[in-house]
């Protein structure tokens, strides 16, 4: 019952309008951060997905095989940049991609844009090294 009247509250006042509009303008800039650095910095070859909507992107990348996605996963995360192959979420495997390469997905909710566009310049270096 408490949570419920703070939630009331806040919607009364037009408090938890304002923070969405915030959040969403947060989010809206994080992701043109990404996609700009991506074009900027990463091969391209490099398609993206599910840019409308969602915390996060797909990436495809051309230029690699889908045996690659492990390799690429340890040589970013040993310079400090998550990212996560799109493979395991596919229950049948590579059978239904649309793209037969390496694909990932990048989350972007919880950085900041220059923590953006630094982690696609490393992912690009990461991806230099696996060339």
């Known amino acids: 019952?408490?949570?419920q009247n703070a939630v009331a509250e806040l919607i009364?006042?037009?408090?938890?309008?304002?923070?969405i509009r915030r959040v969403r303008r947060e989010n809206?800039?994080?992701?043109?951060?990404?996609?700009?650095s991506i074009a900027k910095y990463l091969p391209e070859s490099t398609l993206i997905e599910g840019t409308a909507t969602g915390l996060h992107?797909?990436?495809?990348?051309?230029?690699?095989?889908?045996?690659?996605?492990?390799?690429?996963?340890?040589?970013?995360?040993s310079l400090?940049?998550?990212?996560?192959?799109?493979?395991?979420?596919?229950a049948l495997g590579r059978k239904?991609?649309?793209q037969n390469c390496a694909g990932f997905i990048l989350g972007y909710a919880g950085l900041m844009p220059s923590?953006?566009?630094?982690?696609?310049?490393?992912?690009?270096?990461?991806?230099?090294?696996?060339s």
């Open 96 to 98: 239904m991609r649309k």
């Open 1 to 3: 019952r408490v949570e």
């Open 57 to 77: 992107i797909v990436v495809w990348l051309e230029d690699f095989r889908v045996e690659d996605e492990v390799a690429i996963v340890a040589q970013a995360k």
């Open 115 to 130: 923590e953006i566009k630094k982690g696609i310049k490393l992912l690009a270096k990461a991806l230099l090294l696996r």
């Open 80 to 90: 400090g940049v998550g990212i996560w192959s799109i493979t395991p979420l596919y």
């Open 12 to 19: 009364k006042s037009g408090a938890y309008e304002r923070h």
């Open 28 to 36: 809206e800039l994080r992701r043109s951060v990404l996609i700009e």
